[in-house]
């Protein structure tokens, strides 16, 4: 009988593109993806190690499964957990019979036929090695939509002091462009009309390793190779860093049409003292001036940021600095943190002397800042006219739509099942912190 295999993703949108080309080569193998725990033979938990929580919540539930009338589901742990805890795991989730980093993802399907063979073994690798073209690639037709990710590059050279991912996904490498170009025409043809290309540090795609062709970077050309894609009517990417936002790139906003005017261009911190701490190779004035180039080609351009609070040495002036940065560049979306000490990177050796409040206070005066700030941005939409790509009925739907204007903020209006796919424009007329309401015209 064919193996039901649920997968439950964590962490970031790389892992959910991995959980994705995973469930492809599992149904290729004969295994049958199902969308809840409770109908499954085997359950796998595709994890994150960036914050200690995230790390606890997968430990906590790999340990619930196994209890119980569950007892009987092989349980996996895949992903950057599984790479950075593969010594202890087996203590700290005795009934976890496979653990697979995320380098190595693509041999959970031939690892789980022999476990399913001998049910007293239990499979560990975490070797780090070359993408696999097959797995970087393998897409269930089936579940093609209309916005869809494309990994190009895998790991991180740079070495934040706070960061685990150098050490859960190795160096950077890099997939041949005409890969990753077939791959999107391949979506095309089945649909697709956004692709989200996904890289710890996208805009270092190809460094060092393709060239720069009249003064464009590697990235940009890629951008260039997919602005040609048909069918294909936005592109966007995840995340960039400051540290090679130049002005080919800049430039790509005027100058390729599809490279929607949007950028998430993680700050961390607005202090100089803690970028350098931090080991963030740049200092506020610089991104600033990224800001400033940027909004000076498309006034309008959607900003999002991410944001550590509470880094080890961060005092109250720096905190101060990093208020005034966001009320100075009003991004209208960000995600704050607050720091969490992981063992084996840089910042380990300065403990973690921020106290939990102190974190909390300061994240919640950030909260209120992204509130206010993204409120103010949705409502300078109001009343004006958006190109809305359709992505699917809206979650509480009464014959509503969802879907993106250009600058990605959802907007939900009515309309019928036909248009998911589709450009239309929308008229919008109210708006939340997080959500566009308008009407089709
Ligand atoms: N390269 C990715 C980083 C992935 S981690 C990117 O640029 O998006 C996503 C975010 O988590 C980081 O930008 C950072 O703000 C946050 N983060 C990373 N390590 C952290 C830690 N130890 N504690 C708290 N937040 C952290
Ligand atoms: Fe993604 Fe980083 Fe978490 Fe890994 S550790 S899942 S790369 S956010
Ligand atoms: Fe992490 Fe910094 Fe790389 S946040 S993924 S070390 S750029």
Same mark, same amino acid.
């Given at each position: 009988?064919?193996?039901?295999?649920?997968?439950?993703?964590?962490?970031?949108?790389?892992?959910?593109?991995?959980?994705?080309?995973?469930?492809?080569?599992?149904? $290729?193998?004969?295994?049958?993806?199902?969308?809840?725990?409770?109908?499954?033979?085997?359950?796998?938990?595709?994890?994150?190690? &960036?914050?200690?929580?995230?790390?606890?919540?997968?430990?906590?539930?790999?340990?619930?499964?196994?209890?119980?009338?569950?007892?009987?589901?092989?349980?996996?742990?895949?992903?950057?957990?599984?790479?950075?805890?593969?010594?202890?795991?087996?203590?700290?989730?005795?009934?976890?019979?496979?653990?697979?980093?995320?380098?190595?993802?693509?041999?959970?399907?031939?690892?789980?036929?022999?476990?399913?063979?001998?049910?007293?073994?239990?499979?560990?690798?975490?070797?780090?090695?070359?993408?696999?073209?097959?797995?970087?690639?393998?897409?269930?037709?089936?579940?093609?939509?209309?916005?869809?990710?494309?990994?190009?590059?895998?790991?991180?050279?740079?070495?934040?002091?706070?960061?685990?991912?150098?050490?859960?996904?190795?160096?950077?490498?890099?997939?041949?462009?005409?890969?990753?170009?077939?791959?999107?025409?391949?979506?095309?043809?089945?649909?697709?009309?956004?692709?989200?290309?996904?890289?710890?540090?996208?805009?270092?795609?190809?460094?060092?390793?393709?060239?720069?062709?009249?003064?464009?970077?590697?990235?940009?050309?890629?951008?260039?190779?997919?602005?040609?894609?048909?069918?294909?009517?936005?592109?966007?990417?995840?995340?960039?860093?400051?540290?090679?936002?130049?002005?080919?790139?800049? $430039?790509?906003?005027?100058?390729?049409?599809?490279?929607?005017?949007?950028?998430?261009?993680?700050?961390?911190?607005?202090?100089?003292?803690?970028?350098?701490?931090?080991?963030?190779?740049?200092?506020?004035?610089?991104?600033?001036?990224?800001?400033? #180039?940027?909004?000076?080609?498309?006034?309008?351009?959607?900003?999002?940021?991410?944001?550590? &609070?509470?880094?080890?040495?961060?005092?109250?002036?720096?905190?101060?600095?990093?208020?005034?940065?966001?009320?100075?560049?009003?991004?209208?979306?960000?995600?704050?943190?607050?720091?969490?000490?992981?063992?084996?990177?840089? #910042?380990?050796?300065?403990?973690?002397?921020?106290?939990?409040?102190?974190?909390? &206070?300061?994240?919640?005066?950030?909260?209120?800042?992204?509130?206010?700030?993204?409120?103010?941005?949705?409502?300078?939409? &109001?009343?004006?006219?958006?190109?809305?790509?359709?992505?699917?009925?809206?979650?509480?739907?009464?014959?509503?739509?969802?879907?993106?204007?250009?600058?990605?903020?959802?907007?939900?209006?009515?309309?019928?099942?036909?248009?998911?796919?589709?450009?239309?424009?929308?008229?919008?007329?109210?708006?939340?912190?997080?959500?566009?309401?308008?009407?089709?015209?």
């Amino acid at each position: 009988m064919e193996k039901r295999v649920y997968i439950r993703t964590y962490g970031c949108q790389m892992n959910e593109r991995e959980s994705e080309s995973l469930a492809a080569m599992l149904g $290729d193998s004969g295994y049958e993806m199902v969308g809840e725990e409770e109908s499954a033979d085997i359950i796998l938990l595709n994890t994150c190690s &960036v914050r200690e929580q995230a790390e606890a919540k997968a430990i906590g539930k790999s340990n619930l499964i196994s209890r119980g009338k569950n007892r009987e589901k092989l349980v996996g742990i895949i992903g950057c957990m599984a790479q950075n805890l593969a010594d202890i795991l087996p203590k700290k989730s005795p009934n976890t019979r496979l653990i697979v980093g995320p380098d190595r993802i693509e041999k959970v399907p031939e690892y789980l036929d022999q476990l399913l063979r001998d049910s007293n073994r239990r499979i560990i690798d975490t070797e780090m090695g070359a993408i696999d073209p097959h797995f970087a690639a393998a897409r269930d037709e089936k579940k093609v939509k209309t916005s869809m990710f494309v990994s190009i590059m895998r790991g991180c050279n740079m070495g934040c002091a706070y960061c685990i991912v150098p050490k859960t996904r190795g160096p950077e490498r890099y997939r041949p462009m005409e890969e990753i170009v077939d791959e999107i025409r391949w979506l095309a043809e089945r649909g697709t009309k956004e692709v989200t290309l996904l890289g710890q540090i996208v805009n270092n795609y190809g460094t060092h390793r393709l060239p720069y062709v009249n003064g464009k970077s590697p990235f940009v050309q890629l951008l260039e190779k997919i602005q040609q894609i048909g069918g294909i009517r936005r592109i966007r990417f995840l995340s960039p860093h400051p540290k090679g936002f130049r002005s080919d790139l800049i $430039d790509a906003y005027q100058n390729l049409p599809k490279l929607c005017p949007q950028v998430h261009l993680p700050l961390q911190s607005g202090s100089d003292a803690v970028l350098r701490t931090m080991k963030r190779p740049y200092g506020g004035e610089q991104f600033l001036a990224i800001v400033a #180039a940027l909004r000076e080609k498309i006034p309008t351009i959607g900003l999002s940021t991410d944001i550590i &609070v509470g880094f080890p040495g961060e005092m109250e002036t720096d905190f101060e600095k990093t208020c005034d940065f966001f009320d100075k560049v009003k991004f209208d979306m960000a995600f704050i943190f607050k720091y969490s000490a992981r063992p084996g990177t840089a #910042a380990e050796r300065l403990g973690d002397p921020i106290p939990r409040e102190v974190k909390e &206070v300061r994240n919640q005066i950030l909260l209120e800042k992204v509130e206010r700030y993204s409120r103010r941005y949705n409502e300078l939409a &109001v009343g004006k006219v958006k190109k809305v790509l359709v992505e699917s009925w809206a979650k509480r739907g009464q014959r509503r739509l969802e879907g993106f204007s250009p600058e990605r903020k959802k907007v939900i209006f009515a309309g019928t099942e036909d248009l998911i796919g589709r450009t239309v424009d929308v008229l919008i007329e109210s708006c939340t912190t997080a959500t566009l309401f308008g009407k089709m015209i």
